[in-house]
């Protein structure tokens, strides 16, 4: 087994009498673990992945007394005949909700939207998610015993909010949105509840936190399991929980995995240092891996072993390609120019295929759907009602075939909308849906990828927390001093625009709330102040050139089921110093705005059309000026763009095309003069903002982990002054005396998880 053995939870046997007689429910019983939570009895701890949770010990009992019956209801009077004996004088009710409340708000719970603890009206508290409980057995093992929940409410897609800059880092780097990986496609067959079912679920890694789980695939006799980390690919028997490595090419580290009909071969998505991915055949009972195509990712193979489905091509061009098992006879089945492409996945009889595609719409709304290819008449069909999108990441949507089930995934409502699950629905032999979707899972994370045996009874899926949040980094000129330190503390989306004119504040957006709304925190405070709130999504909070506005966008169409429409978006302002929020301008399509700095005065904002990006000039306090600038492209989404702080120049950008050296285009706004800027030796930008003197450049680095944050100068030299451990680098927004940098930085964790289906 090696080392890797240390990765792997030894799950042994419920009721096994081997070296202990005593099973998970007996009084040595001490850790219940649920979703991405334990609650080790004996030490009194609540731990989150491993970290430990603050819980008071009022809410810690009663989430103990939940934990001992999930999905039974426990009235009131039994929590307080336990917490509060009759000689107890206290203010009961007060006291328990308190409790409650302090319990949810340690497990990112709502009362409104519960995915733990729901309240029973008059009656008491019923706990929701599986539940394990965990004992040691006489071989130093881990005994498990799962309890599992009624899940039959049946939960509606809600759409993400989205702007270029998001879009951008999205279309360039699919490892950056894994860190926002909640898949969100909306299968509306029916507004009936889901009938109810009890899987059985089982976590089968436990990497920490800076060693996620990238991918996992389940052998098609369901014993095997492969998964890849940052450290390799390895093999798991998964009844006995044996676990080894399986060798790699020198400098290659593997992503999605498929396996052969044979449960011993698999073919694997491997990436080198340039990002790029090729197609291996490897085998689980070891030897040299085998090329099969040198470009290609998200490889499925048909369940008769005769051909391979992949996706090829960089993001916004995306085509789904066929080829034999021995990677004879590649060819393109779809996708055209603007598209983009989730998993794919085999019919039972290998004559279809399923995946999800993407493209944008109008403005910056994305259109998504579930299509089935038949190979036999070459003919493709969606299932109807698949809702409108706006996350790129949303369309990335995992999803497997087997046994007569589509299994997907569906985002969760807000506030939970980091969170997807795992639903199914039947599909007939000609390709159509038969009644309704079915929940099958309701813990936290996000579902990154999916696979199952062929008889469609263990269904595997890698299950992440993102976690998105603002680092401050001290500067020295253009170096950075030290190391970068975390300002948000939360477990939602912080993503930060720009500072107070202080200096002394972030202004940031976050969705903690369940809708993004915009805050300020000072670099030495824990806890922000919330300065924009709104029944709908805000986003792009900056500071008019004299810094007394706070400009940003609302777009009503984030959320509900207009989203992706045609949509008029709103710029608004609001007196930093507070006051009532005031309407600048109205437009459809508005993808970002930004202002110059005193003494400048210029502000710009962005529109995307059919076939291109304009630019126009606004009076922050006055509305709409002329065009500016406009750059005419099939696919403007692509651009990501930054206004200099003296208001000289526009710096824009294009999402990288082929093997090409990323290029950044600077327009004089003076003399309308343009020149572009090569900057070699990189593989990639992930985004592009002005230093503060609007002498150089900041832009993280293209790379799937530790990608470097570059200093651009205007000559296209660029030097890495910031290597992230284990985090990916989005953007950094400088403070306006250039002495700090407000940094997007997003971490992640994930492990496998395994359902077994009654």
């Known amino acids: 087994m090696g080392n890797r053995a240390v990765k792997v939870l030894n799950f042994g046997v419920v009721g096994s009498t081997s070296g202990s007689e005593k099973g998970p429910e007996s009084k040595d019983a001490r850790t219940r673990r649920f979703g991405v939570f334990e609650l080790d009895l004996r030490a009194g701890e609540l731990r989150r992945n491993g970290i430990k949770v603050k819980l008071q010990e009022q809410p ?9 019956t999930p999905g039974e209801v426990v009235t009131r009077e039994d929590i307080r005949n336990r917490l509060w004996p009759a000689d107890t004088f206290v203010d009961f009710d007060h006291s328990l909700n308190a409790a409650i409340k302090r319990l949810r708000d340690a497990l990112g719970d709502s009362a409104e939207n519960p995915i733990f603890v729901e309240t029973v009206a008059r009656r008491g508290y019923r706990f929701l998610a599986p539940v394990a409980t965990t004992a040691a057995n006489g071989n130093g093992g881990i005994a498990v ?31 950056v949105v894994l860190v926002l990986v909640g898949v969100k496609l909306g299968l509306l067959l029916s ?27 389940i052998s098609r006799d369901g014993k095997y399991l492969v998964f890849s980390d940052e450290t390799g690919l390895y093999l798991r028997q998964i009844d006995t929980s044996e676990t080894h490595s399986l060798s790699l090419p020198p ?9 052969f009909p044979d449960s011993v071969h698999m073919i694997a998505a491997l990436w080198n240092s340039e990002q790029h991915s090729s ?4 085998s689980a009972l070891g030897g040299s891996p085998r090329l099969l195509s040198e470009e290609g990712n998200s490889p499925s193979v048909s369940p008769d072993g005769k051909s391979i489905a992949f996706i090829t091509g960089k993001r916004m061009r995306e085509q789904v390609w ?9 060819h393109k089945l779809v996708g055209d120019e603007g598209d983009f492409f989730g998993s794919v996945a085999w019919s039972p009889d290998s004559t279809r295929l399923v995946y999800t595609r993407g493209r944008f719409a109008y403005g910056f709304g994305v259109k998504g759907t579930i299509e089935f290819f038949d190979l036999r008449s070459q003919h493709v069909a969606s299932l109807p009602n698949i809702n409108t999108v706006h996350w790129l990441s949303s369309l990335n949507g995992p999803l497997t075939w087997a046994d007569g089930h589509l299994i997907f995934t569906l985002t969760e409502p807000p506030p939970r909308q980091l969170d997807s699950n795992l639903w199914s629905i039947v599909i007939d032999p000609g390709g159509h849906a038969i009644g309704d979707p079915v929940r099958l899972t309701s813990d936290p994370g996000a579902v990154s990828r999916i696979s199952a045996s062929s008889d469609g009874k263990r269904v595997v899926y890698v299950k992440g927390v993102p976690q998105p949040d603002v680092y401050i980094a001290r500067l020295q000129g253009h170096e950075i001093v030290g190391e970068p330190e975390r300002l948000t503390l939360d477990d939602r989306q912080d993503l930060p625009f720009d500072w107070t004119p202080d200096n002394k504040s972030v202004i940031f ?11 300020r925190q000072a670099i030495d405070q824990t806890v922000p102040e919330l300065l924009v709130g709104s ?5 792009n909070p900056r500071l008019s050139p004299d810094g007394t506005q706070l400009l940003y966008l609302v777009d009503p169409s984030w959320y509900g089921p207009e989203s992706g429409s045609s949509s008029s978006i709103t710029l608004m302002r609001v007196a930093l110093a507070g006051g009532a929020p005031q309407r600048v301008l109205q437009a459809e399509g508005i993808t970002n705005q930004q202002c110059s700095r005193a003494p400048a005065t210029l502000c710009l904002y962005s529109v995307i059309g059919s076939g291109g990006l304009t630019f126009f000039g606004y009076d922050p306090m006055n509305g709409s000026g002329g065009q500016v600038y406009q750059i005419k492209d099939d696919v403007p989404q692509l651009y990501n763009w930054s206004l200099s702080p003296d208001g000289n120049t526009l710096a824009i950008a294009r999402g990288k095309q082929g093997d090409q050296d990323p290029q950044i285009h600077l327009v004089s706004l003076k003399t309308g003069a343009e020149r572009v800027i090569t900057v070699r030796g990189w593989p990639g930008l992930a985004s592009l903002d002005w230093a503060a003197d609007s002498k150089s450049l900041w832009a993280p680095s293209l790379a799937d982990e530790e990608n470097p944050l570059l200093n651009i100068d205007l000559q296209g030299n660029a030097r890495p002054v910031w290597r992230p451990k284990k985090l990916n680098a989005n953007w950094a927004i400088p403070s306006r005396d250039g002495k700090y940098l407000a940094l997007h930085v997003s971490s992640n964790s994930a492990n496998v998880w395994m359902l077994e289906r009654p």
């Not at 400098?251 to 396996?259: I, L, R, Y």
């Not at 066929?322 to 590649?330: E, H, I, K, R, T």
């Not at 029944?535 to 986003?539: D, E, L, Q, R, S």
């Open 60 to 68: 810690f009992q009663v989430l103990a007394q939940l934990l001992e």
């Open 145 to 175: 015993a799962l309890s599992t929940m009624d899940s039959s409410a049946a939960v509606l897609p809600v759409a993400l909010p989205r702007h270029s800059r998001f879009w951008w880092i999205a279309a360039a780097v699919s490892a």
């Open 191 to 217: 507004s009936r509840p889901a009938p109810a079912v009890q899987p059985r679920v089982t976590r089968l890694t436990a990497n920490p936190a800076n060693d996620p789980v990238r991918s996992a695939g």
């Open 251 to 259: 400098g290659f580290k593997a992503g999605s995995v498929s396996w």
């Open 279 to 282: 197609l291996w055949e490897i």
């Open 322 to 330: 066929l080829m034999a098992a021995d990677g004879s006879q590649p």
């Open 509 to 519: 957006i976050s969705d903690r709330t369940g809708v993004f709304s915009i805050y």
């Open 535 to 539: 029944k709908g999504p805000v986003t």
